[in-house]
């Protein structure tokens, strides 16, 4: 069963029960408002680090201390699936949010200062990198092609089109960081470049495999081509939401790209 409570409860709740090991991780945590005192929550610490005279929105510094409790077997897998608690950050993540919203202040978690009592400054957080963004190499050339593509574009589909780039281009800058934002970007930018516009019915040929769409013409009975037409459409949209159609907006031949059968399009 999944658990559906937030990582700062669980953690709490696990620690109540008493004999599990933890360790003890400290972290920096910018503001630019002034607030004084303190809380202790549980095993959650969060304090003035900096005692100096500030200027109205100048950054402060605070301290995160808390206590996490540690997995019997931290390197254990679970099986992937497609419930599950998942917001894109941690224990210390959720303090922070929690603080901003309760508070009203601009609160920043910054890095790990130290863990279990033995200093230590990570200059950047641990997380992961979006590999096909870094993997490869690009031609600056290329863009010459494309930006032809976009001057072709109807005029009345480049406010939604500029807006849908930009809101794409914000989910590149932080989808290491908040990978649930990015997720969001990427929706909204979706639904800013369809808006109003009607894909009308959505054909096994939008989805531009040739070879695909040819394998299924080949069947000879009708009703069985039909229902196999519509299996593949529907385990696409389950797979990839939205169906990689060449519907409106139309602005003409589009350049030739590389396409890879069965491949996500990475962000």
């Not at 679970?78 to 608690?85: E, I, L, V």
């Not at 797979?239 to 396409?259: A, F, K, L, M, Q």
Request: charge should be negative; glycine fraction near 6%.
């Amino acid at each position: 069963m999944t658990d559906e409570k937030m990582f700062f409860i669980r953690n709490k709740e696990d620690l109540e029960k008493g004999d599990v090991k933890s360790r003890v991780t400290e972290y920096e945590v910018i503001s630019d408002a002034h607030i004084v005192g303190d809380v202790t929550y549980g095993p959650y610490y969060l304090t003035i680090w900096e005692f100096s005279i500030k200027q109205e929105g100048e950054e402060r510094k605070f301290c995160l201390r808390l206590r996490e409790s540690i997995p019997s077997d931290p390197f254990s897998v679970g099986t992937a699936r497609r419930s599950g608690f998942y917001h894109g950050g941690g224990i210390p993540d959720e303090l922070v949010a929690l603080a901003s919203l309760f508070l009203r202040r601009r609160f920043k978690l910054g890095p790990i200062v130290r863990e279990d009592d033995i200093p230590r400054l990570y200059g950047k957080r641990e997380g992961w990198i979006d590999k096909p963004l870094i993997m490869g190499k690009s031609n600056l050339g290329d863009l010459s092609k494309w930006l032809e593509f976009v001057e072709r574009l109807e005029s009345k589909y480049h406010l939604r089109f500029i807006l849908a780039v930009k809101l794409y281009h914000q989910a590149l800058l932080i989808i290491e960081e908040h990978p649930d934002m990015a997720y969001l970007n990427l929706i909204s930018a979706i639904e800013v470049l369809c808006d109003e516009a009607n894909i009308g019915e959505v054909k096994l040929a939008d989805l531009n495999d040739a070879e695909l769409t040819e394998l299924v013409a080949s069947v000879k009975d009708e009703d069985l081509r039909s229902k196999i037409e519509r299996a593949i459409l529907k385990q696409y949209f389950r797979n990839y939401g939205v169906p990689n159609t060449r519907s409106t907006p139309h602005c003409g031949d589009e350049p030739e790209i590389e396409t890879r059968r069965n491949t996500p399009v990475a962000i």
